[in-house]
Nanobody
Framework: VQLQASGGGLVQPGGSLRLSCAIS????????TAWYRQVPGKQRELVAS???????NYADSVRGRFIISRDDAKNTVQLQMNSLDARDTGVYYC????????????????WGQGTLVTVSS
């Protein structure tokens, strides 16, 4: 199982970016998919998560600006980020929780590599 994040880059304040995470493997089910953010010197923090049942959580700092979505048929997770400002700068990681594969293997969590988002003029 691998998670591949993409879509990061340099964006001006007020701009938008769309991150995508492709989950490869013979996936049977994924309970929760999430995006985390980390800046140097700080702990990785949850940005947004979405469960298979549709329950969505957002960090207070991004609520109303970011939208998390997932396509279970394609095993992808997206994070639409709008009205970006400097506080959104960081490395963004996608994570999948409680995965089950078709061979009945299960994983508590799997992380993707990060994608860097820089908000700067």
């Amino acid at each position: 199982v691998q998670l591949q994040a993409s879509g990061g880059g340099l964006v001006q304040p007020g701009g938008s970016l769309r991150l995508s995470c492709a989950i490869s493997g013979s996936i049977l089910s994924i309970d929760v998919t999430a995006w985390y953010r980390q800046v140097p010197g700080k702990q990785r923090e949850l940005v947004a998560s979405r469960s298979s049942g549709g329950r969505i959580n957002y960090a207070d700092s991004v609520r109303g600006r970011f939208i998390i979505s997932r396509d279970d048929a394609k095993n992808t997770v997206q994070l639409q980020m709008n009205s970006l400002d400097a506080r959104d700068t960081g490395v963004y990681y996608c994570k999948a929780e409680r995965l089950r594969l078709r061979n009945m293997q299960s994983f508590r969590e799997v992380w993707g590599q990060g994608t860097l988002v820089t908000v700067s003029s």
